[in-house]
C-alpha cells in the first residue's frame, strides 16, 4: 500500500491558538486529499475534499474559516485548526488519493488536544 | 445516496475461531467496496478492495470478502482469528471518483 505520513502525531495546544496539521504521500501523487475527523468509539466524518492547487471543497457543517486546508502540491497538505477550542479536539485524519484511482489511503492520524 | 451498514458494533471471538464481520451496503449503481481496520490511535490500513472484478476478494493478513449483490453484501471473514487481528474494522462503499462513504465499524476482540 501507500506510504502517508502525518506530521506531528500529538498536539496539545490551549485554546484560542492555531495547529498545523501536515500530511505527505510519500511514494504517489495525491491529487485527491480528504481529511477527516475521528470521535472517540465513532466512525470516521468526512470534513472536506481537495483538489491539488484547487480549493477544498468542505462537508456541510463544517466551517471552512476554521479549518483551513491547503493542498497546493500533489505530495503535501495541510490542516490549519484555527482559534481551537476545546471542542476541536479530536483525531484528524488525512487519505491522499491518486489521479484515477479508486482507493484511498489513510495517513497515521493526529491526535489534537485542546485545553 | 450510498450507505453502509455494519451489523454488530462488538465482535467477539476465540483465538483460532473464524471470524465474520458483517456489512451490506446500498448502492444505485456498481459500487466499490473497502474494508480497513484501524488499530488504537492509527489510521486506517486498507484490508481488501472490491471494483467489479472478482466478487471473492482476497486481502491482507489472511482475511477476504466476498461481494454478493443479490444480497447487498461484502463479508469479511478470516478462517482463524489471531490475537494481533484485535482492531476496529470499517466497511466502506465509493462510486468511482467519489469519497468514500463509512460503515460505523466493528471492534473485534479476540480471547485466548
Known amino acids: 500500500g501507500a506510504v502517508v505520513s502525518q506530521h506531528p502525531s500529538w498536539v496539545i495546544c490551549k485554546s484560542g491558538t492555531s495547529v498545523k496539521i501536515e500530511c505527505r504521500s510519500l511514494?504517489?501523487?495525491?491529487?485527491?486529499m480528504f481529511w477527516y475527523r475521528q470521535f472517540p468509539k465513532q466512525s470516521l466524518m468526512l470534513m472536506a475534499t481537495?483538489?491539488?492547487?484547487?480549493?477544498?471543497?468542505?462537508e456541510q457543517g463544517v466551517e471552512k474559516d476554521k479549518f483551513l486546508i491547503n493542498h497546493a502540491s500533489l505530495t503535501l497538505s495541510t490542516l490549519t485548526v484555527t482559534s481551537a477550542h476545546p471542542e476541536d479536539s479530536s483525531f484528524y485524519i488525512c487519505?491522499?488519493?491518486?489521479?484515477?484511482?479508486?482507493?484511498?489511503?489513510f495517513g497515521p492520524g493526529t491526535r489534537l488536544l485542546v485545553l | 445516496a450510498q450507505s453502509v451498514t455494519q451489523l454488530g458494533s462488538h465482535v467477539s471471538v476465540s483465538e483460532g475461531a473464524l471470524v465474520l464481520l458483517r456489512c451490506n451496503y446500498s448502492s444505485s449503481v456498481p459500487p466499490y467496496l473497502f474494508w480497513y481496520v484501524q488499530y488504537p490511535n492509527q489510521g486506517l490500513q486498507l484490508l481488501l478492495k472490491y471494483t467489479s472484478a472478482a466478487t471473492l476478494v482476497k486481502g491482507i493478513n489472511g482475511f477476504e470478502a466476498e461481494f454478493k449483490k443479490s444480497e447487498t453484501s461484502f463479508h469479511l471473514t478470516k478462517p482463524s482469528a489471531h490475537m494481533s487481528d484485535a482492531a476496529e474494522y470499517f466497511c466502506?462503499?465509493?462510486?468511482?471518483?467519489?469519497?468514500?462513504?463509512f460503515g460505523a465499524g466493528t471492534i473485534l476482540r479476540v480471547k485466548s
Open positions: 466502506a462503499v465509493s462510486q468511482p471518483g467519489n469519497k468514500l462513504v
Open positions: 487519505s491522499p488519493r491518486g489521479g484515477g484511482e479508486e482507493t484511498q489511503y
Open positions: 511514494d504517489f501523487q495525491a491529487t485527491t
Open positions: 481537495s483538489n491539488e492547487g484547487s480549493k477544498a471543497t468542505y
